[in-house]
């Protein structure tokens, strides 16, 4: 049985602790708006967000996001006036407490993102400025725009994406942890 120790804290501000992590590319951001009601339109388009690491993002104005990447990844979710973050890498940040969880097993795993690539020009379809990338599910009230990942296989057809997870399992088999790593070309 080995150890795995991720860190967690309350916070006024989640941007703070961001700038003090280092965040190798390619590192991501997957961001969301917490609905308070029913969706308007305008939160269909703009509510959630998944796109490649931006220092200049500001990340106080979303109630929900994480930060991930190879060495590290920041979850955050905004409840009751503070951001309570959770941080699984690397090096945890100062002033966040450790809890060292019990592993027997792990695995990397990848999961398919949501929708399928809409060809250009549709995406003003649904709202959005002509010759926008977006990636569109039908069957969630919300508008989801990926990072353009240039790879061969994108270019052969390819048009989902999946993304990379590291899991770890107790002795029971459950589950204990799961931290986002990294997006690729579903092949």
């Not at 200049?56 to 106080?60: A, C, L, R, Y």
């Not at 899991?167 to 092949?187: F, I, K, Q, S, T």
């Given at each position: 049985m080995t150890t795995l120790t991720c860190s967690w804290a309350r916070l006024p501000s989640i941007a703070p602790i961001v700038t003090t992590l280092s965040w190798p590319a390619p590192a991501y951001i997957y961001l969301e708006h917490i609905p308070a009601a029913w969706l308007t339109p305008a939160a269909c388009q703009t509510g959630i967000r998944l796109d490649v690491y931006d220092p200049?993002?500001?990340?106080?104005d979303w109630g929900r996001g994480r930060i991930f990447g190879e060495t590290g990844e920041l979850r955050w979710e905004y409840s009751d006036g503070q951001f309570h973050a959770v941080y699984c890498g690397d090096t945890p940040p100062a002033g966040f407490t450790s809890e060292a969880l019990s592993i027997a097993s792990s695995k990397d795993t990848a999961y398919y993102l949501w929708g399928i690539r809409v060809a250009q020009p549709g995406p003003h379809w649904f709202g959005l400025p002509a010759g926008t990338a977006a990636y569109i599910e039908s069957r969630i009230p919300r508008i989801l725009s990926y990072p353009d990942l240039k790879t061969a296989s994108s270019s052969s057809g390819r048009n989902r994406l999946r993304v990379r997870v590291h899991?770890?399992?107790?002795?029971?088999?459950?589950?204990?942890?799961?931290?986002?790593?990294?997006?690729?070309?579903?092949?």
């Open positions: 200049q993002t500001p990340f106080d899991e770890w399992y107790g002795a029971d088999g459950a589950l204990v942890y799961a931290r986002w790593y990294g997006l690729e070309v579903a092949e």
